[in-house]
């Protein structure tokens, strides 16, 4: 199981198998969702500092460099998980907020809003087009969906998510634990 807390143009990873009463880290890992070669993909609805991009010709172009990077990162993610015996079946995308940009009137608050909507479903696009299964959760709904799923405590998940974190080299912050616990809540049948 694939657990992703999406930012802007990247993601955190967590890979999480066994069951849903004894989950196992794998690995965990950061993937580019833009182009480090192109700085402006990573907020492609930037303009300038607090400005959001009107330029169609712009944006599209950014856009579509943000599909590319995401289909190439996917793509060697999967080679990567294939070259080390496993496959991903089902991932779990954590976004910070489902709500629609254009509800929002402050210009520079709905190109975040903008950019998080782009990431998210060029994630989910890229998994889904290779048959990956995604489930969308919003970080504030993930402990207490999977303290519903799972029968645990908020206090509970947030101990057992922590000492998972001993079996990872990198760093284990606030999206990798969030990523690993939507991954874990997903790992049923």
């Known amino acids: 199981m694939l657990g992703c807390r999406v930012k802007s143009g990247w993601t955190v990873l967590v890979f999480i198998d066994g069951s849903l009463r004894s989950p196992h880290l794998w690995k965990s890992d950061v993937l580019n969702l833009s182009d480090p070669r192109n700085p402006e993909t990573r907020q492609p609805y930037h303009a300038a500092m607090g400005k959001l991009e009107t330029n169609a010709a712009t944006l599209k172009r950014r856009v579509q460099s943000v599909r590319r990077a995401t289909e190439r990162s996917i793509a060697d993610l999967i080679q990567r998980c294939a070259d ?10 954590v976004v910070g907020s489902l709500i629609d940009p254009e509800s929002i009137a402050n210009p520079h608050i709905r190109a975040h809003a903008l950019e998080g909507r782009l990431f998210r479903t060029v994630l989910e696009d890229a998994l889904r087009s290779r048959g990956i299964q995604c489930a969308i959760f919003t970080e504030r709904e993930v402990y207490p969906r ?11 998940l947030r101990k057992a998510i922590a000492e998972l974190g001993h079996f990872v080299s990198g760093p284990w912050r606030a999206d990798q634990k969030v990523a690993a616990l939507a991954a874990w809540t997903s790992l049923g049948p």
């Open 84 to 93: 080390d015996g496993c496959a991903i079946h089902r991932a779990a995308l």
């Open 146 to 156: 999977a303290s519903n799923l799972l029968g645990q405590s908020p206090v509970q």
